[in-house]
């Protein structure tokens, strides 16, 4: 994971030791043991209040944004999203890099459970901030682009999202190793096409295809994310019915976890 710009403490002189804190929950994570995690993050969190240091705090509670979006408690979730946002107001980092990306895992962590209405103006700050701090092109604004597409097409902002959609495409084919993402972002432009009256089979079909292309494309690195996002797509290569490239999918992740 990656530390974001504000979390500097090393040490536990003046607060939390924040790298290794992340450092920990990635091994904790990686052997997928997710009370363990849990418990990590809510004692550090503690650590963090009683040392007065918010902005390690805030660190903390980023990472309990995906960690209970991934695990499905909604009540610890959102309780996360109110702290991240509190925090990022009271640390003084608002208007940077690193707020942005806080709105933008909170927003996620939002939609995830059901409140896209209350999403989108934290998608819109933080693109506010990307769009005057970043290049058009950072792999940043794929991931901000494929997530802000699907909160645009929950509320039926469909023309949007199948442009933040193509940006997301766009943008992680010219990045190193961004291949299967802008596989999944395919995937879910077929979904949205799916829903549009004004598409046809052939436009589902084509997303499906390219997105098969990319996950078989020499070029693409058959590394730990590629076999995670492939992990997430082939059912619903199997739902499409794409049975046969669904079969080859499954074995080669088969036999990447047998490797590991």
């Known amino acids: 994971m990656n530390i974001p710009e504000y979390c500097c403490n090393t040490g536990r002189q003046n607060g939390i030791p924040v790298a290794r804190v992340i450092d920990t929950l990635d091994r904790l994570l990686s052997r997928n043991d997710k009370e363990g995690a849990e418990r990590h993050l809510r004692y550090w969190r503690e650590e963090a209040v009683r040392l007065g240091d918010k902005r390690g705090e805030l660190s903390v509670v980023d990472e309990m944004l995906g960690f209970f979006r991934r695990t499905g408690n909604k009540e610890s979730a959102l309780e996360a999203v109110r702290a991240a946002l509190t925090l990022t107001e009271e640390t003084g980092i608002e208007g940077g890099l690193s707020a ?107 997303c499906l295809n390219e997105a098969v292309l ?47």
């Open 100 to 206: 942005a990306t806080i709105r933008l895992n909170a927003a996620t962590t939002l939609k995830a459970f059901g409140k896209t209405e209350e999403a989108l103006p934290l998608y819109e700050a933080a693109l506010n901030v990307y769009t005057g701090t970043l290049n058009e092109n950072d792999p940043i604004f794929a991931g901000f682009w494929n997530n802000y597409a699907l909160a645009l097409s929950d509320t039926g902002r469909k023309e949007e999202a199948e442009e933040a959609f193509f940006n997301a495409i766009f943008i992680m084919k010219k990045t190193e190793n961004g291949l299967p993402n802008a596989a999944i972002s395919y995937l879910n432009l077929a979904t949205l096409y799916e829903s549009m009256d004004d598409r046809d089979e052939s436009d589902i079909y084509t």
């Open 214 to 260: 990319l996950f078989k494309d020499p070029e693409t690195e058959r590394d730990e994310k590629y076999y995670d996002a492939l992990s997430k797509c082939i059912s619903s290569f199997r739902s499409y019915g794409l049975n046969e490239d669904a079969a080859e999918f499954e074995a080669e992740l088969k036999e990447f976890y047998e490797r590991t």
